[in-house]
């Protein structure tokens, strides 16, 4: 039996260099396809939209949404941080780990939607999120090949 561990995990700058990139590559795009004025305008507009919108949530409402996982004892429960209050996951949809990122997509209890996180690696310590990593690849939840499997 292991025991209990809980990422919290702060606002990552990678996620947000990466996010103001391709809204100002996105940018770049429109300027350079010498489309007409209004087309060119409007499709800027909407990207100065989605980019307010973008960093709005990450960087003021930084208390709302995710903000931690916690994996019980046996590592077959997972709990998220939903705005302060622990919510059980139900079922894990997917998990993808990259070198640089971890995303899991998990159903809470209650929910028919699925959700999904993404945890960078500036957004936890080096070795919490080594840990993460292998949770997220060798995690209980992931079932039997002969079952369905979570990819």
Known sequence: ?????????????????????SHLLSLYCVYVAALDVTIA???????????LLQLRHI???????IRGIRFNGLRKQISVNDGGDWRAVSKVVSAV????????GFRVDGSRFSRYVV??????????FRRLRVFALHGAYVKDPETENVS
């Open 119 to 128: 945890v960078f690696f500036d957004a936890l310590n080096r070795d919490d």
């Open 97 to 104: 780990v990259l070198p640089y990122a971890v995303v899991l």
């Open 41 to 51: 305008s409007v499709l800027s507009f909407v990207l100065l939209l989605s980019l």
């Open 59 to 65: 960087v003021v409402d930084n208390t709302q949404g």
């Open 1 to 21: 039996m292991f025991s209990p561990i809980e990422f919290r995990f702060k606002r990552s700058r990678s996620l947000i260099a990466l996010i103001l990139g």
